[in-house]
């Protein structure tokens, strides 16, 4: 059996082959190697994935390979950084403030699903884990974190070499990725792109020389591969489709004595593979209740054994499987077919979680926590267990050893020979990280973390403190300048949904999944007042009034409920007032801002049927909510968000973002729109914005917005005006953003992940961001990048003929006088050009960019504006402009909705009734401006012969409408027949 490739690479820095396998920790004289495998000459080269992050103009990820390399072309010998690390080398102080406007500072909560390793041990005590897209190494005595981040998608598997030197993560979803890091250095030493592009990484492991990954992905038909990570090729060395009755696979070793040899199992099925040169070869043994007369339970994990050909499988049974080869084959490539099970042998009563082998011995972990050490017979040798202790997830070994103690009360010594044991780590299924000392034999906690969704997040607003709470009840209060917890409370009967302080920090509002409500001590946590219960749905949005006299919820069933503080026995309490189903689709934002003309508070709630409701508290009574106005702020897309916009002029506004990535300012009294501004377009629109409090006392005028998306967290520079360089984002939760808060000194941005149970801390640098923004020019130069062509491109110069050809045009196309010659068109000409650079605004769209020019000066100057001139039209033109067009999916959406299905099947409207569609719903057409509209449409005027657009007969449009329109159109007819545009090949019938 032989091996092809050979590690034939580029490096800078030579090294010999012995520095090479020591770094590998590849034993050149083990049998690992096979005859004829080819010896390198060179080290290999490892290419660095850069920090995934958006680019501000498209907002799509960027990737990239970054090149490490020593000192000029290594000649000398001088090795690189990564042959230069030693353990711990990661948490080194790097002096240099980073580049970015948000950093990764600190991540609570970790993957529970996922093991947990040990890097280090004696006196350091060093995990290795996996936080959503992040991996993390936590220094657990001197608290510190160091974060590898090159993943967008969240971690699905993770395998670490023998020698804890090399850590292999990957991911499922779009762009799956797997890495090899070095965990010394913290470098991406390897980058595999596309390994399993339709569904990712299910399992991966890591072969005893550290040489050889194999991975298996994550679909329904899943696949097998085996890649050569010390070579350049981007390619597996061999692979093989599984058949879907083999179940999902979802864990993978690798034989300790053999890297050509590994084995998976799913919940019903164990597989073992051995791979050559002709390829992969894998045979699949049957084991049910028949096999031995027993009950066998569902397969947890597979290893091979230490010193024999046999393999082992733990079972939900207790028991373990033992396989071994029947027959006697020379062929190597039969041994995975002749694998059976020999033995099914009892072990004990709890399920098996956990299987290993360590040294000399065979580990097994249990649902109940315990621990067991058994010889190569099978013999028991000694238990490890704590009352409590949870499900058992994964054991990492320490690379000390140290003798047991014979003596100790839960052990019991049943070989003969020395046995020689290390300290642990333990992590369990519900979120718990324990050390486990042999010598003392106890059980400390090293981490303890939320084992639900985290869902709720608030920063007090005085002091260095975040409330986190999650779906399991938990809530804890953690000091971010510590990174330390500093109290907790579970609430046993609820999960927490939000979280809201009150300005002063004095008090807590938890918001739950059973609609109650808890208001606490913000120091002790304890109740200041009994349970409210007013809310029919879980609480998805709480907050407090300016002057704590408010409380404010809303809930799942579309309703606000409003809670009053009053004095009872001279202490201060909250009452129900009252509550108004005053929304009929999900409410997106709640919002407590301050009357202009007094200190009363004022109340607002944003849902997403488009209504903006302000509620009158002064006039509210018990049981009676008043509502003061309600405003419709769309027409047609969906506002998301909601936020008071920072006093930047004389004109107070509000602020939201809705889901067609644009941004708008309605002033706060009248609720007019007065400006539409394009937003942050990084993949998905924003979902929740705050106004990050004041950093630069300076410049009291510099305010900046802090904004998620659906899986990331970014910066937007105020005021806004569609520059796309003055923001940034980043992601931070690949399967989603369930929350956000910024600390009381606008230098921290907290972000909690939902089902991700994880809670980022990023560190603001709103100088890195002020540098990204001065480079991508001023004036107008960023938005002439956001024009196709640019500047100098077709596109703007046939902008510039329009709008010079509606100056002629208000000054009259025939006259003989002297023309005045002059930089602006007349407001109400600018229709006509947006129309006729290809944006068809509505009616309504039409109104609000004439009302934004209009009043752009008015609160100044007291004067409308009746002009504009092309730079400013510009501007509008971007700002207003869908950001992505109209899509033909969408045009068959419509059809979807409002035609019905003819004899063959396609989704149709009658001639008839679209034209009636056009004349009664939405912005309403009048049957003259429908017919004119059709005939220009399809190229004719009918009758009349006038030279004038509105000259034509209309029984002649009517005809010709009959006779150039089928009866039945279908989304095709309609868009290129009607609308003459273009539409792909495939979609015509």
Known sequence: MKIPGTLTTTWAGRQDMTALRNALGEDIAGTAHLEDAGSPEQPPAFSDPMGAFSSPCSGLREQGTQKRSGEDDGCDGSASLVWAAMP?????????????????????????SLAVHSLMDGENLVLLYVSSHTLVIYDILKNRQHHLQGHTNVISCLCVSEDRRWVATADRGPDALIIVWDSFSGIPVHTIFESHPKDGVGAIAISHDAKYLATISAGTVQRVCVWDWTSPMEKPVCSAELKPEFGYQDYVFFNPQNPYEFVSNSKTQVIFYLWDNEGLHYGAPVLNSQTFHSVVGYFSQSVFHFNNSQALTATSSGKLVVWDTVGHSKDLRAKPHSMKATSLVPMQEDSLTVLQVFESCIVTGDVKG??????????????????????????????????????????????????????????????????VAIDKTNFEKVMEETKEAVNAIACHPRQARVAVGSHCGMLRLWDYQQNKYLVSRIFTQTGIQCLSYDPEGYFLAVGCTDGSVYILDAISLLSSCKELKFSHGPVTHISFSHDSEYLATADEKYSVTVYKRVLQNGNGCWEHLAGLHSHYKPIRSILFGVQLDSNEPRLLSLGEDRQLVEYDLKCSSKDHLVVLHRDRVEQVAVPLCLAWY???????????????????????????????????????????????????????????????????????????????????????????????????????????????????????????LDAAASLGGEGLIPFYNLLDGGREGEFFKELEDYFYYMQLRSHGIDTLETREVSTHIPLEEMPSVMRAMGFYPSEEKIEEMINEVKFSKYVDTGEQVTKINLEDFIKLYINHRPVFGLSMTEIQQAFQVLGYDNENGDKVIDRGDLLLLLQLRGERMTEDELAQCLTTLLGRCPGGGGSKPDAYDPSGAAALIEEEIPAEITAEIFTADILSLPVAEKKKR
Request: aromatic letters at 10%.
């Open 646 to 768: 920072p006093q930047l002029s004389n004109e107070s506004f509000i602020l939201t973002a809705n889901n067609c990535y644009k941004l708008k300012l309605y002033n706060t009294t009248t609720k007019m729109c007065r400006k539409t501004l394009l937003g942050p377009t990084y993949g998905s629109p924003l979902e929740k914005i705050q106004i990050l409090p004041a950093t630069n006392t300076a410049d009291p005028q510099k305010h900046y917005l802090v904004y998620t998306t659906k899986d990331k967290v970014g910066l937007q520079i105020l005021p806004v005006d569609g520059n796309p360089y003055k923001s940034s984002a980043f992601i931070c939760h690949p399967d989603g953003v369930s929350d956000l808060a910024s600390s009381f000194d606008g230098r921290y941005v907290f972000t909690a992940g939902g089902d991700d149970c994880t809670v980022m801390k990023w560190e603001v640098n709103i100088n890195a």
């Open 370 to 435: 315990q621990v067991k050490f058994y010889n190569g017979q099978l013999q028991f040798l000694t238990c490890y267990s704590h009352s409590e202790v949870g499900p058992i997830q994964s054991i990492s070994f320490s690379k000390t050893s140290r003798d047991a103690s014979p003596d100790c009360s839960t052990s019991s010594i049943t070989s003969s020979q020395p046995f020689i044991i290390r300290n642990f780590i333990l992590s369990t299924s519900d979120a718990t990280v324990l050390h």
């Open 88 to 112: 711990g080398m990661v948490f080194q102080e790097d002096k240099q403030s980073s580049v970015h406007p948000l950093s990764l500072s600190w991540v609570l909560g970790y993957n529970s």
